[in-house]
């Protein structure tokens, strides 16, 4: 372990070039960047390594996910000509499964830091100063100080919220009972995919979203295709809804809303809150530190991710910026390059933005509404996804679409996907797009036969 000892007031302070408070994918990626690069790191998490990411977030959803993805296959072999004579599940086992996903992970960066020399700390960190960060009774001194405690869930004050027993993300994770119904407030990435999750097992789930379409970001064209798969699936939609009251009713809970029809309510037996996440701005000592804010009340960053404070860096969540695991493992990698001295910078251009449901929806770059607002020319390209060969081999019954949107001169700007795998051909494009390439360049490509990626060659 690579760390220096000072006598300071007869205190031994341990010395680091680099301390990090936070062990989710912004923290862990730049604690193993920066060990690997010969810096003397000290790590602070407070919970469990992998942060919300891989203890409550991508990882655990999506292992969810897949179970309900396997059930369905099976429900619904005959399409492939395969007869499963009655196909079941247990929702005990498939959170017993997902919870043996987590620690594996988790172990698994564990290793990775220790093999790095990276000291990880348990416990709550809080920042003195911009070099001096105290935990428990140890206080840690340090050159550079990289900030990266992530976001939370937002309950909004919605009258009664108080009052009724609602699941946050966590409790749905570590549900093991089936609900006969469930209302999801928030018809964003997280509330989809545990709609998806949940509609698969056979709860009769309600979507309340107070804008006019689910998945706020994406390509609404896209996400109305998606809502209407669902639609037929059984899940009830109420868009441009407001809920206005919550309260315990006969059937659990009874969500009252208001929207263009009047007021009305559902009930359902459990409720999910979803609405949104926030940084983490309280009780990491930020007071402490002369920080520039957004006018989101963000901390400013610039393209190195560093703060209005020399020395200070914010990756991830809690920078505001773009709440995804992915763009905090890169801005992690980009700050730990300015530390070391090396040429890099952030760029948000293509941010691959993905829905896990079933089928996936994902989008990169500029949207059809952000390229308007801006005033920027552009074509829509469409094509049904029906043009890859194994995409109609592999999904019996199922249409998708995969829209690009290009600038005059045929620069990619943007795109979006609906049908399996677009969260694994969504790079495609963000490729194309990070690196100013046009549609075109596209057949320059050799693209492997049958793939459903091969359908941006077909453009
Ligand atoms: C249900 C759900 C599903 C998601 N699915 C996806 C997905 O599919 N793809 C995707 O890209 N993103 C997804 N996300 C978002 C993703 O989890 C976050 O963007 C990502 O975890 C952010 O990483 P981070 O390192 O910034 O923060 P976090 O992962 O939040 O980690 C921050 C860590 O800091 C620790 N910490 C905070 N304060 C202190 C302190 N004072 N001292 C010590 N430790 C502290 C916390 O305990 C935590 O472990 C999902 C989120 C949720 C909730």
């Given at each position: ?32 960047a ?18 919300v ?12 996910l ?12 005959n ?60 206080t840690?001194e340090?050159e550079?100080l990289?900030l ?13 919220v ?16 089936v ?28 979507v ?7 998945l706020?970001?994406?390509?609404k064209e ?10 037929k699936k ?16 006969e ?8 929207n263009?029809?009047?007021a009305?309510s ?21 007071e402490?530190?002369?920080l520039?804010?957004?006018e989101r ?14 020395g ?5 969540d809690?920078?505001g ?37 079933n ?22 390209l469409?094509?049904?996804m ?5 995409f109609?081999?592999?999904n019996?019954?199922m249409?998708?679409?995969c829209?690009v949107?290009?600038?005059e001169d ?27 390439k ?11 036969h ?10």
């Amino acid at each position: 372990m690579k760390y220096f000892l000072s006598c300071r007031q007869n205190f031994y302070t341990m010395k680091y070039q680099l301390a990090i408070i936070g062990g989710g994918p912004a923290g862990y990626t730049a604690a193993e960047a920066a060990g690997k690069a010969g810096l003397s790191v000290v790590l602070f998490e407070k919970k469990s390594l992998g942060g919300v990411c891989l203890n409550e977030g991508c990882i655990p959803t999506k292992t969810l996910l897949y179970s309900a993805k396997v059930y369905e296959s099976a429900k619904h072999a005959n399409k492939y000509a395969v007869t499963v004579p009655e196909a079941s599940f247990d929702l005990g086992k498939i959170v017993a499964r997902k919870q043996k996903v987590v620690r594996k992970l988790v172990l698994g960066i564990k290793a990775k830091l220790t093999a790095h020399g990276v000291n990880i700390v348990t416990g709550e960190a809080t920042v003195i100063d911009k070099n001096t960060v105290k935990c428990g009774e140890e206080t840690y001194e340090c050159e550079n100080l990289l900030l990266c405690a992530g976001s939370d869930t937002f309950i909004p004050p919605i009258p009664g919220v108080e009052e009724v027993d609602y699941w946050t993300h966590r409790d749905a994770l570590d549900n093991k009972e089936v609900p006969a119904s469930l209302a999801i407030v928030g018809g964003g990435v997280i509330g989809m995919e545990f709609a998806s999750f949940f509609c698969s097992l056979g709860v009769k789930v309600t979507v309340v979203e107070m804008m006019d379409e689910i998945l706020g970001g994406m390509d609404k064209e896209l996400s109305a295709m998606l809502r209407a798969e669902y639609a037929k699936k059984g899940i009830k939609f109420l868009l441009s809804t407001k809920v206005v009251g919550l309260s315990k009713g006969e059937e659990g809970i009874t969500v009252s809303y208001e929207n263009a029809d009047g007021a009305g309510s559902v009930s359902a037996e459990k409720l999910l809150m979803s609405v949104g996440r926030r940084p983490v701005m309280k009780g990491l000592g930020l007071e402490n530190l002369d920080l520039e804010l957004t006018e989101r009340k963000c901390i400013k960053v610039d393209e190195h991710l560093q703060s209005s404070v020399p020395g200070v860096y914010v990756c991830g969540d809690l920078n505001g910026v773009s709440l995804l695991a992915h763009t905090a493992v890169r801005e992690a990698e980009v700050a730990v390059h300015h530390i070391i001295g090396k040429e890099d910078k952030m760029s948000y251009q293509a941010i691959p933005g993905v829905v896990y449901t079933n089928p996936e929806i994902a989008s990169v770059g500029m949207s059809e509404e952000a390229l308007q607002a801006k005033g920027i020319a552009y074509t829509a390209l469409k094509l049904p996804m029906a043009y890859s060969g194994r995409f109609v081999a592999e999904n019996e019954g199922m249409n998708g679409v995969c829209k690009v949107l290009a600038a005059e001169d045929g620069t990619v700007l943007g795109a979006s996907m609906l049908g399996n795998p677009a969260s694994e051909l969504i790079i495609i494009a963000g490729m194309a797009i990070e690196d100013g390439k046009k549609v075109e360049d596209w057949k320059r490509y050799v693209f492997p036969h049958p793939t459903a990626g091969e359908i941006f060659r077909e453009f």
